[in-house]
């Protein structure tokens, strides 16, 4: 885990602020600036402070603590840094109960934010507790995939909750937590995709956004493009990464001939396939329309834990929302270079391959849509004390 600063976290500037909102990884500091942007239009005064990352500071957050810094993925990770967590969850729940700001917004990340949650109810802080301070959640634990009882805790603990698939709010049917579909942020008006269709363009290799993932997935999806390449010379290739972190830590693996690196945030990346794990970004191709496959590898006992609990048939949620492989998965030793290498073969070689993706692409965009038009900022300024 990258070396961080230590607490307690900064005073709020102005007095106590409207709204905290507490992320955690990039996906969920993009994902809460995208939501704290349209609040502000909403309502220009509101005063927000976070922890989350650079996208919310620029969204005009004051930023108490960057979380994208101290990402982690994988149970024996979490458990090297127990430490941090708990120290993590202590402060957050000291500085709410010193400052009260008025509404929290807690996004994703739920082993960390569920237990803040209940811990502010626990102390009698929130409004779940007798106190105050509201507390809601924005885009869902996948409650769905593994840990269903979770929803129960949730009821107790939260105000009010936010989903992004349209299946989601029948998960909680037998709660008594309010729960609305604000469509998914990928289809709102102002989503800027990082990555677009083109049947002439490089593989697109995409290890995650986190240090241990991109450690074990990115030597997989590399050696699934040498053999490739070696078959077919000079399509090229492109790895997005979203920090300079990430950047050295793959330049020090040792990249192939005809790799190029390129960081997030700039024009979207034409790409004729992709090879990528199971996160965020699997998402933003699969919306886009380029074909491709699912790679994952994991720690040894991360992988039997989620064997055992995990209940879905696939890992990627392209795949789930369309109870079909659009993305043919391959994990653990699955993922060879001869199997991924077929899969880019397929994907640049195949044309009923290329239709068939471009039709369930369509498909997803269609149901990842709210039909009445809410947003998550509208959803969030509703429900603001």
Not at 65 to 73: E, H, K, L, P
Request: with cysteine; proline share 9%.
């Amino acid at each position: 885990m990258t070396e961080v600063p230590s607490f307690p976290l900064p005073a709020p500037l102005g007095g106590p602020p409207d709204l905290l909102v507490v992320a955690g990884e990039h996906s969920g500091d993009e994902q809460a600036a995208r939501m704290i942007k349209g609040l502000f239009a909403l309502q220009p005064g509101v005063r927000v402070a976070a922890l989350g990352g650079p996208r919310l500071a620029a969204a005009g957050a004051q930023l108490l603590f960057d979380r994208t810094a101290v990402s982690v993925v994988g149970l024996s990770e979490v458990a090297r840094n127990l430490s941090f967590f708990r120290s993590l969850i202590s402060e957050v729940v000291r500085w709410v109960g010193q400052y009260r700001p008025r509404t929290i917004c807690f996004v994703d990340n739920s082993g960390v934010n569920l237990r803040i949650a209940k811990e502010l109810r626990l102390r009698g802080i929130s409004a779940k507790g007798g106190g105050k301070v509201r507390t809601l959640y924005y885009i869902s634990p996948q409650i769905w995939a593994s840990r269903e009882v979770r929803r129960f805790d949730m009821a107790r603990n939260l105000d009010a909750l936010a989903v992004i698939f349209p299946f989601e709010p029948d998960c909680y049917a037998d709660t008594a937590l309010p729960v609305e579909f604000v469509g998914h942020p990928f289809m709102a008006p102002d989503y800027a995709p990082p990555v677009s269709y083109d049947p002439a363009g490089p593989i697109l290799l995409l290890p995650g956004s986190r240090p241990r993932a991109v450690g074990l997935i990115a030597p997989v999806l590399l050696d699934g493009y040498r053999e490739f390449s070696r078959q077919a010379p000079g399509r090229g290739a492109v790895i997005l990464y979203p920090s300079d972190a990430i950047r050295t830590q793959l330049e020090a693996s040792g990249l192939p001939e005809g790799v190029h690196l390129q960081k997030t945030g700039g024009a979207p990346v034409p790409a004729s396939a992709v090879l990528t794990s199971s996160g965020t970004m699997s998402m933003h191709c699969a919306l886009a329309g380029i074909p491709g496959a699912i790679a994952y590898r994991t720690d040894p006992v991360t992988y039997v834990v989620a064997r055992w609990i995990v209940r879905v048939p696939y890992l990627g949620i392209a795949n789930i929302l369309l109870e079909e492989p659009m993305y043919p998965e391959f994990i653990q030793a699955a993922a060879s270079p001869h199997a991924l290498a077929a899969q880019v073969a397929a994907c640049v070689g195949d044309p009923v391959r290329r239709e068939r993706t471009a039709a369930q692409s369509k498909a997803l965009r269609v149901m990842l849509v709210n039909p009445r038009g809410v947003t998550e900022a509208d959803w969030l300024a509703r429900n603001l004390a």
